[in-house]
Every structure is written in C-alpha cells, then in structure tokens.
C-alpha cells in the first residue's frame, strides 16, 4: 500500500514538472516569435524589409498571436500566486520591483546605446529622455501595460471577483469589448492603450489555469478549432486579397485569432527541452535582444553582408543566446539582478 502511494506520489511530482515545463516551452516559443518579429521589424526598422515580401508575411501571419501569448501566460503563471494571497501593498510593491525598476535602468541604457552607437535605426535626444519612463518606447511598453494590469487585475483578486467561472466570464468579455469598442489615444500615457489591448489575454491566461477543466473540455476545443480556422484563415485572406480592415474590423478579427489559437497551444502543450530552456530566460531575452539582433545587424552590414536570410539567422541566434549570457552574469551580482533583472 505504502509503495503504491508514493509511487502515486511520483507520478503526480513527474506530472507537475511535465506540465510546468511545457509552460515554459510555450513561453519559449513566443519569446522566439517575439524576437523574429522585432528581427524582421518595419520598413523603418529591422531588416527593413519590402512590404509585399515573405518576410514580411512571416511577420503578418504570426502579428495577432506573438504579443497575446506572452500576455496568456503572463496571466496563466500570476493565477500560481494571486493577488489575493497577500497584501495588496505588498504585491504591488513586488510588481514594482520586477517590472518598473527593468523599465528604468533596462530601457535607459537601451536609450543611451542606441543614441551613441553609429547605424541604428531610432536615436531618441538624450533631452527626451524623460519620455521613456512615461510614454511606450521600444518594446518596452511591454512593461508599463503588464504594471498596469498587474494593478487592475490583483484588485479584482483582492475584491474575490474572479473566483467563480460566471463571474470570470463576464469579467473577460468586458475586458474584450472595451479593448475592442475604445479608439486609439491621442496621449498615450504608460502604455494606456495597450494595457487595455493585452488585459483581455491576461484574464485568459487567468481562466485557463483557475479553470482548468472548462478549457480542456471536448465542446471548448472544437469550438476553438473552428473559430480558430475561420478567423485566421480570414488574417490570411486579408494578406492575399490586399482587402483593408478597419481598427474595430481588426481588433475583432485578432481577438477570435488570439483568443482560440492560445487556447488551442495551451490543449496541445508539450515539454521540448530546448524551448523550455530558453522559456526559463524569457523575461531577460525580452529586456535585452535587441542588443543581440541589432548589433549582430549593423556589424553583419558593415562588412558587407546583406543577404537577409543571413541577418536573420544571426539576429536570432545572437537576440537569444547574449541576452541569455547577460542574465546569467548580472543573477550573479545582488546589485545588478535586482536593477536590471527585477529579483530579489
């Protein structure tokens, strides 16, 4: 009897590490898309590819689904350790200290590197740069739109208004009609606009853990199935016919693709080693790639390289494997990792 429990036991242990290791996997898989988008970039940024190019398809196709994952695990891994688990004061105050204080010293060293450094493709005056800690730069609006939902959510949570899956519901489908219905801000302050773009995804990525056995139920997954071959075979349409969405027509069109895509991933999930891996740097890879992708880039065209399939290669590699350095460096000084890293 004693050895079938604790076989019991290990079984369920191998489970949970299985099932965390596949989060990470997926968190892998969306820093890696996230990294290839900002690699490819505009006509302004990036390679600076041609509009009608397959390159910049790539960069189309995968557009509604990159940001949202991110976000649906964000949330998926909050729901682990809830607002509602301790003081309110005192999870803000860890937010704070995990996102805000990467935002300044992260982003002002990103400023300063991209202003001094010859070739790069943004150079913001050193006069301006009280901006970047109040309005989106870069990717790291990222940062000031998660602060933000870590505040609104972990209210919620404290209110007790998201235990129950009626209540979730409504929740989330108030967050996707006002992320959908509210035009875009003139004055963006903090990120406003995306906070209320990505705050649907976080609340998913909520549900998918709290209530677990709605999301893995046979009726949820067909439905997603076809919703999600609908809505992104209308993306793709859009691509091929050149037909133009209008704001609301596309808020819309990537909330059906985000939403029943995630949903899908999530049902589907596995562990791969390497993606777990790099799952685990994610956060550093977000805060410090472009400094792997970028420089790889401007010396690749400096000694006459220019084919794109080559930059791309190297940009992804280098926007991975330095940022991954970086982070095993700075965990290493108590000062460094907690002002650059946000730990403890």
């Known amino acids: 009897m004693e050895a079938e429990k604790a076989e019991g036991n290990l079984n369920r242990l191998k489970g949970s590490v299985e099932k965390d290791l596949s989060i990470e996997t997926l968190r892998g898989f969306a820093i890696v898309f996230m990294v290839a988008g900002h690699i490819?970039?505009?006509?302004?940024?990036?390679?600076?590819?041609?509009?009608?190019?397959?390159?910049?398809?790539?960069y189309f196709a995968f557009e509604f689904i990159r940001m949202p994952l991110f976000t649906v695990i964000s949330g998926y891994i909050y729901s682990f350790r809830p607002a509602a688990d301790s003081k309110y004061s005192d999870f803000i105050?860890?937010?704070?200290?995990?996102?805000?204080?990467?935002?300044?010293?992260?982003?002002?060293?990103?400023c300063i590197s991209q202003y001094f450094v010859p070739d790069t493709n943004v150079k913001l005056p050193l006069s301006d740069i009280w901006k970047i800690y109040i309005f989106p730069y870069e990717h790291f609006w990222f940062l000031q739109a998660i602060f933000l939902i870590f505040l609104v959510v972990g209210l919620i949570d404290k209110l007790k208004l998201m235990q129950k899956i009626e209540n979730w519901l409504?929740?989330?489908?108030?967050?996707?009609?006002?992320?959908n219905m509210i035009p875009e801000f003139r004055i963006n302050v903090f990120s406003a606009d995306r906070f209320l773009n990505l705050l649907p995804f976080f609340i998913l990525g909520c549900g998918i853990q709290r209530f677990n056995g709605y999301f893995t139920s046979r009726v949820l997954i067909r439905l997603a199935i076809i919703v999600f071959i609908l809505s992104f075979g209308l993306q793709q349409y859009t691509w091929f016919s050149n037909y133009t969405l209008d704001l609301y027509e596309t808020k819309t069109l990537s909330l059906f693709v985000a939403c029943a895509g995630i949903i899908l991933l999530f049902h589907?999930?596995?562990?791969?080693?390497?993606?777990?891996?790099?799952?685990?740097?994610?956060?550093?890879?977000?805060?410090?790639?472009?400094?792997?992708?970028?420089?790889?880039?401007?010396?690749?065209?400096r000694v006459g390289v220019l084919e794109h399939y080559i930059l791309f290669i190297c940009g992804l590699l280098c926007g991975i494997a330095l940022p991954i350095l970086i982070e095993m460096v700075f965990e290493k000084s108590k000062i460094l990792r907690r002002l650059?890293?946000?730990l403890r």
């Open 40 to 58: 490819i970039g505009s006509s302004l940024t990036g390679m600076r590819v041609a509009d009608n190019s397959v390159w910049r398809y790539f």
């Open 93 to 110: 105050r860890g937010k704070a200290r995990r996102v805000l204080l990467p935002l300044i010293f992260v982003a002002t060293l990103h």
């Open 170 to 179: 409504i929740i989330f489908l108030a967050a996707s009609l006002i992320r």
């Open 268 to 301: 589907v999930r596995k562990n791969i080693n390497i993606m777990s891996k790099i799952g685990y740097y994610a956060f550093g890879i977000y805060l410090f790639h472009v400094l792997g992708t970028a420089g790889s880039r401007i010396f690749l065209m």
């Open 340 to 342: 650059f890293l946000g």
